[in-house]
Protein backbone atom coordinates (compact mmCIF):
# COMPACT_ATOMS: atom_id res chain seq x y z
CA UNK A 1 0.00 0.00 0.00
CA UNK A 2 1.42 3.30 -0.93
CA UNK A 3 2.34 5.94 1.76
CA UNK A 4 2.30 9.37 1.90
CA UNK A 5 2.52 11.49 4.94
CA UNK A 6 1.82 14.78 5.68
CA UNK A 7 2.62 17.22 8.44
CA UNK A 8 1.75 18.95 10.59
CA UNK A 9 -1.57 17.22 11.37
CA UNK A 10 -2.60 20.20 12.60
CA UNK A 11 -1.92 23.81 12.64
CA UNK A 12 -2.87 27.17 13.60
CA UNK A 13 -1.48 30.48 11.63
CA UNK A 14 -1.73 33.96 12.05
CA UNK A 15 -2.89 36.27 9.25
CA UNK A 16 0.30 37.33 7.38
CA UNK A 17 2.68 34.82 8.68
CA UNK A 18 4.33 32.15 6.65
CA UNK A 19 3.38 28.66 6.60
CA UNK A 20 4.87 25.61 4.88
CA UNK A 21 2.91 21.98 4.66
CA UNK A 22 5.21 19.49 4.46
CA UNK A 23 4.24 15.69 1.89
CA UNK A 24 6.36 12.78 1.70
CA UNK A 25 5.49 9.69 -0.36
CA UNK A 26 7.76 6.59 -0.10
CA UNK A 27 6.48 4.91 -3.31
CA UNK A 28 8.54 6.40 -6.14
CA UNK A 29 5.54 8.24 -7.79
CA UNK A 30 6.21 10.87 -10.42
CA UNK A 31 2.99 12.71 -9.65
CA UNK A 32 2.41 14.60 -6.71
CA UNK A 33 -0.74 16.68 -5.51
CA UNK A 34 -2.00 19.45 -3.12
CA UNK A 35 -5.76 19.61 -2.39
CA UNK A 36 -7.99 21.54 -0.02
CA UNK A 37 -11.51 20.23 1.10
CA UNK A 38 -13.96 22.72 2.35
CA UNK A 39 -17.93 22.12 2.66
CA UNK A 40 -19.72 22.72 -0.39
CA UNK A 41 -16.52 22.39 -2.24
CA UNK A 42 -15.30 19.10 -2.17
CA UNK A 43 -11.72 18.42 -3.31
CA UNK A 44 -10.21 21.43 -5.15
CA UNK A 45 -6.26 21.31 -6.85
CA UNK A 46 -3.84 23.73 -5.53
CA UNK A 47 -0.75 22.68 -7.35
CA UNK A 48 0.58 19.47 -9.01
CA UNK A 49 4.02 18.25 -9.93
CA UNK A 50 5.12 15.89 -12.65
CA UNK A 51 8.34 15.12 -10.38
CA UNK A 52 11.35 16.98 -9.20
CA UNK A 53 11.61 20.13 -9.76
CA UNK A 54 8.48 20.75 -11.70
CA UNK A 55 5.28 22.27 -10.46
CA UNK A 56 2.18 23.35 -12.38
CA UNK A 57 -0.91 25.29 -11.23
CA UNK A 58 -4.14 23.85 -10.31
CA UNK A 59 -7.58 25.14 -10.35
CA UNK A 60 -7.16 27.25 -7.57
CA UNK A 61 -3.11 28.26 -6.73
CA UNK A 62 -4.12 31.68 -5.94
CA UNK A 63 -1.98 32.24 -2.60
CA UNK A 64 0.07 29.49 -2.92
CA UNK A 65 3.38 28.35 -4.00
CA UNK A 66 4.43 24.76 -4.34
CA UNK A 67 8.53 23.35 -4.61
CA UNK A 68 9.62 19.64 -5.15
CA UNK A 69 12.93 19.21 -4.29
CA UNK A 70 12.69 15.76 -5.09
CA UNK A 71 10.90 12.52 -5.79
CA UNK A 72 9.57 11.75 -2.57
CA UNK A 73 8.69 15.24 -1.06
CA UNK A 74 6.06 17.95 -1.99
CA UNK A 75 5.73 21.26 -0.11
CA UNK A 76 2.64 23.51 -0.25
CA UNK A 77 3.95 27.41 0.95
CA UNK A 78 1.11 29.91 1.87
CA UNK A 79 4.00 33.01 1.93
CA UNK A 80 1.05 35.57 3.61
CA UNK A 81 -1.75 32.95 5.49
CA UNK A 82 -5.31 34.56 5.18
CA UNK A 83 -8.04 33.34 7.11
CA UNK A 84 -9.93 32.31 3.76
CA UNK A 85 -7.15 29.55 3.42
CA UNK A 86 -8.42 28.08 6.54
CA UNK A 87 -9.21 24.51 5.45
CA UNK A 88 -8.39 20.65 5.15
CA UNK A 89 -5.56 20.23 2.86
CA UNK A 90 -4.66 17.10 1.17
CA UNK A 91 -1.30 16.08 -0.40
CA UNK A 92 -1.83 13.24 -2.91
CA UNK A 93 0.48 11.08 -5.27
CA UNK A 94 0.29 8.73 -8.23
CA UNK A 95 1.35 7.35 -11.31
CA UNK A 96 -0.71 8.12 -14.72
CA UNK A 97 -0.22 5.41 -17.57
CA UNK A 98 -0.21 2.30 -15.68
CA UNK A 99 -3.70 0.03 -15.55
CA UNK A 100 -3.32 0.09 -11.97
CA UNK A 101 -3.12 3.88 -11.96
CA UNK A 102 -4.86 5.72 -8.72
CA UNK A 103 -4.30 8.42 -6.03
CA UNK A 104 -3.03 7.53 -2.53
CA UNK A 105 -3.71 10.10 -0.43
CA UNK A 106 -2.46 11.70 3.34
CA UNK A 107 -4.24 12.07 6.38
CA UNK A 108 -4.83 15.52 5.75
CA UNK A 109 -3.56 18.58 7.52
CA UNK A 110 -6.13 21.22 9.27
CA UNK A 111 -5.04 24.31 9.20
CA UNK A 112 -6.94 27.61 10.95
CA UNK A 113 -5.63 30.87 10.01
CA UNK A 114 -6.77 33.75 12.80
CA UNK B 1 -18.38 20.66 -8.87
CA UNK B 2 -20.16 21.47 -12.06
CA UNK B 3 -17.78 19.47 -14.58
CA UNK B 4 -18.45 15.86 -11.89
CA UNK B 5 -22.46 15.97 -10.36
CA UNK B 6 -22.63 13.55 -7.47
CA UNK B 7 -26.19 11.85 -6.86
CA UNK B 8 -27.40 12.05 -4.36
CA UNK B 9 -25.77 14.53 -2.18
CA UNK B 10 -26.40 12.09 0.76
CA UNK B 11 -28.00 8.62 1.69
CA UNK B 12 -29.57 6.73 4.48
CA UNK B 13 -29.30 2.85 4.68
CA UNK B 14 -30.57 -0.01 6.92
CA UNK B 15 -27.50 -2.55 6.95
CA UNK B 16 -28.08 -5.46 4.58
CA UNK B 17 -29.25 -3.27 1.93
CA UNK B 18 -28.48 -2.19 -1.30
CA UNK B 19 -27.79 0.84 -3.21
CA UNK B 20 -26.23 2.80 -5.98
CA UNK B 21 -24.28 6.45 -6.36
CA UNK B 22 -24.05 7.98 -9.19
CA UNK B 23 -21.47 10.37 -11.46
CA UNK B 24 -22.51 12.49 -13.75
CA UNK B 25 -19.74 14.02 -16.27
CA UNK B 26 -20.20 16.86 -18.57
CA UNK B 27 -16.25 16.71 -19.76
CA UNK B 28 -14.62 14.55 -21.69
CA UNK B 29 -13.36 12.07 -19.69
CA UNK B 30 -10.67 8.75 -19.89
CA UNK B 31 -10.74 7.36 -16.52
CA UNK B 32 -12.22 7.21 -13.41
CA UNK B 33 -12.09 7.16 -9.83
CA UNK B 34 -14.04 6.33 -6.60
CA UNK B 35 -12.86 7.27 -3.35
CA UNK B 36 -14.22 6.73 0.55
CA UNK B 37 -13.89 9.25 3.19
CA UNK B 38 -14.39 7.70 6.52
CA UNK B 39 -15.85 9.58 8.93
CA UNK B 40 -11.99 10.53 10.55
CA UNK B 41 -11.29 12.31 7.33
CA UNK B 42 -8.98 9.24 5.54
CA UNK B 43 -9.57 9.32 1.83
CA UNK B 44 -9.22 5.53 0.69
CA UNK B 45 -9.20 4.54 -3.17
CA UNK B 46 -11.68 2.01 -4.52
CA UNK B 47 -11.73 1.92 -7.96
CA UNK B 48 -9.86 3.11 -11.33
CA UNK B 49 -11.84 2.64 -14.01
CA UNK B 50 -11.12 2.67 -17.64
CA UNK B 51 -14.32 2.19 -19.60
CA UNK B 52 -16.14 -0.98 -18.20
CA UNK B 53 -16.83 -2.57 -14.65
CA UNK B 54 -14.85 -3.56 -11.98
CA UNK B 55 -15.98 -5.75 -9.16
CA UNK B 56 -14.03 -5.70 -5.49
CA UNK B 57 -16.06 -7.59 -2.82
CA UNK B 58 -19.80 -5.98 -2.04
CA UNK B 59 -18.77 -2.81 -4.52
CA UNK B 60 -19.16 -2.93 -8.14
CA UNK B 61 -18.48 0.37 -10.38
CA UNK B 62 -19.02 0.63 -13.64
CA UNK B 63 -17.91 3.57 -15.49
CA UNK B 64 -19.84 4.19 -19.64
CA UNK B 65 -17.79 6.66 -21.26
CA UNK B 66 -20.15 7.18 -24.21
CA UNK B 67 -22.59 8.17 -22.19
CA UNK B 68 -21.08 10.31 -19.54
CA UNK B 69 -21.74 8.60 -16.28
CA UNK B 70 -20.23 5.96 -13.74
CA UNK B 71 -22.06 3.95 -11.11
CA UNK B 72 -21.55 2.60 -7.52
CA UNK B 73 -23.04 -0.21 -6.62
CA UNK B 74 -22.91 -1.11 -2.76
CA UNK B 75 -24.18 -4.43 -2.00
CA UNK B 76 -25.48 -5.63 1.47
CA UNK B 77 -24.42 -1.99 3.27
CA UNK B 78 -22.31 -2.43 6.42
CA UNK B 79 -21.63 0.08 9.03
CA UNK B 80 -18.19 0.54 8.06
CA UNK B 81 -19.55 1.26 4.59
CA UNK B 82 -20.37 4.90 5.87
CA UNK B 83 -18.77 7.22 4.98
CA UNK B 84 -18.77 9.87 1.66
CA UNK B 85 -18.16 8.77 -1.56
CA UNK B 86 -16.21 11.17 -4.01
CA UNK B 87 -15.91 10.36 -7.58
CA UNK B 88 -13.14 11.97 -9.64
CA UNK B 89 -12.79 12.15 -13.78
CA UNK B 90 -9.40 12.48 -14.98
CA UNK B 91 -9.94 15.51 -17.71
CA UNK B 92 -8.92 14.67 -21.09
CA UNK B 93 -5.85 12.81 -19.23
CA UNK B 94 -4.27 15.67 -17.88
CA UNK B 95 -3.08 13.81 -15.25
CA UNK B 96 -5.39 15.89 -13.28
CA UNK B 97 -8.00 15.16 -11.24
CA UNK B 98 -11.48 16.80 -11.27
CA UNK B 99 -14.06 15.75 -8.16
CA UNK B 100 -17.23 15.89 -7.40
CA UNK B 101 -19.12 17.25 -4.36
CA UNK B 102 -19.33 13.69 -2.37
CA UNK B 103 -22.28 11.22 -1.72
CA UNK B 104 -22.48 10.83 2.26
CA UNK B 105 -23.83 7.43 3.19
CA UNK B 106 -25.02 6.52 6.54
CA UNK B 107 -25.73 2.99 7.16
CA UNK B 108 -27.92 2.04 10.07
CA UNK B 109 -28.09 -0.59 11.77
Known amino acids: EAAVTQSPRNKVAVTGGKVTLSCNQTNNHNNMYWYRQDTGHGLRLIHY???????EKGDIPDGYKASRPSQENFSLILELATPSQTSVYFC?????????????FGSGTRLTVL | GDQVKQSPSALSLQEGTNSALRCNFS?????VQWFLQNPRGSLMNLFYLVPGTKENGRLKSTFNSKESYSTLHIRDAQLEDSGTYFCAADAGNTRKLIFGLGTTLQVQP
Open chain 1, 92 to 104: ASGDWGSSAETLY
Open chain 2, 27 to 31: IATTT
Open chain 1, 49 to 55: SYGAGST
